[in-house]
Nanobody
């Protein structure tokens, strides 16, 4: 039974930082990638960051480049999203996803977490 559990969300002032965690479990095969998405109130879901473990490649939405960093803790099934210089527009529910079958920013993943709320004021 595959599970993805997000944590680390909260309320922060503009300019502040947060680190989100995505803990994965229940995999019967090696994961190849994890992505973070967000959905603000009244907005469509947006792909924020993606890491492909095979080559260590990372990809980011233009709106977060230079401010957000996706990373994996070696030896642990946890992927992080470090968010710096946060803006009110970064507010929303942040959700991690894994097991890519298509295009990452289109949300082509088989497994999803439930999300963690981030509020920037």
């Amino acid at each position: 039974h595959v599970q993805l559990v997000e944590s680390g969300g909260g309320s922060v002032q503009a300019g502040g930082s947060l680190r989100l965690s995505c803990e994965t479990s229940g995999y019967s095969a090696v994961r190849d990638s994890v992505a973070w998405f967000r959905q603000g109130e009244g907005k469509e879901r947006e792909g924020v960051a993606f890491v492909y473990f095979g080559g260590g490649r990372t990809y980011y939405a233009d709106s977060v480049k230079g401010r957000f960093t996706i990373s994996q803790e070696k030896g642990k099934n946890t992927v992080y999203l470090r968010m710096n210089s946060l803006k009110p527009d970064d507010s929303g529910t942040y959700i991690c996803a894994s097991d890519l079958y298509g295009t990452w920013y289109k949300g082509h993943f088989n497994y999803w977490g439930r999300g963690t709320q981030v509020t920037v004021s």
